[in-house]
């Protein structure tokens, strides 16, 4: 619990910096020219929430308070006011897509080409969660060929792998890791190093709670 608010509103500045078109926003300063940079209120827009834990149950409390026509998808129901669609059902209405699952055996890969098959053309992918939900080759090809307008991470499949690639600056032969090199290019992709979860007050929540746990593992003999 720690770090569900803080991972939330990342997933918010995700979609709308990719909204707002603000890649290029800030590349175009340089010359002031705002030629293709008309972007997109969220007022309105359907905000699908996929996995409707307690990060994804604070993506629905935001977009709500945004006016957004919020659904989630969950297997688990747990939340009176919130709007449950079946995956199919939200993939054909949803403007905004944020993935807040959590990793199984069996969902690795979750968000493939085939799932995108019926969603709409303006449709944006925000996956602050788990990366192997979001395979890179993949998303790649769902950017390539413009099934996708836009694109944000910021938790990847091979992320040890990516990680020391970029940290020693030596070139990797592992397809994932090319992948995200060549995604990078584009302006409607926005990659964060997996970063969500770190904020001032996470990190207070974190230390607070840790210590808790501790004084009633003395106390108790166990955890809460």
């Not at 827009?45 to 709500?64: D, F, R």
């Not at 939200?90 to 979750?110: E, F, H, P, S, W």
């Not at 592992?174 to 969500?196: C, G, K, M, S, W």
Request: aromatic share 8%; charged share 20%.
């Amino acid at each position: 619990l720690y770090c569900h608010r803080s991972v939330a509103e990342q997933a918010l500045m995700l979609w709308m910096s990719l909204l707002r078109k603000l890649p290029q926003q800030i590349v175009a300063f340089g010359d002031f020219n705002r030629d293709g940079l008309s972007g997109s209120e969220c007022d309105g827009k359907t905000l699908l929430v996929v996995g409707v834990g307690h990060i994804g149950y604070e993506v629905v409390k935001i977009g709500k308070g945004l006016q957004m026509h919020t659904l989630g998808v969950d297997i688990v129901q747990k939340y009176d006011d919130v709007d449950y669609v079946d995956i199919q059902t939200g993939m054909k209405q949803a403007d905004i897509i944020v993935c807040c699952m959590n990793l199984t055996r069996k969902n690795q890969g979750y968000f493939n080409r085939s799932l995108f098959k019926q969603t709409k053309p303006n449709v944006i992918l925000v996956n602050p969660a788990r990366g192997e939900l979001t395979p890179s080759r993949e998303m790649l090809y769902l950017i390539k060929n413009k099934i996708i307008a836009g694109l944000a991470l910021d938790v990847y499949e091979n992320e040890s792998e990516l990680s020391v690639s970029f940290r020693s600056r030596e070139k990797s032969n592992d397809p994932a890791v090319q992948a995200i090199l060549e995604l990078r290019q584009y302006p409607n992709v926005i990659f964060t190093p997996h970063n969500a979860f770190n904020t001032q007050e996470a990190v207070m929540r974190k230390s607070e709670q840790s210590i808790q746990q501790a004084i009633h593992f003395l106390e108790k003999g166990s955890f809460i």
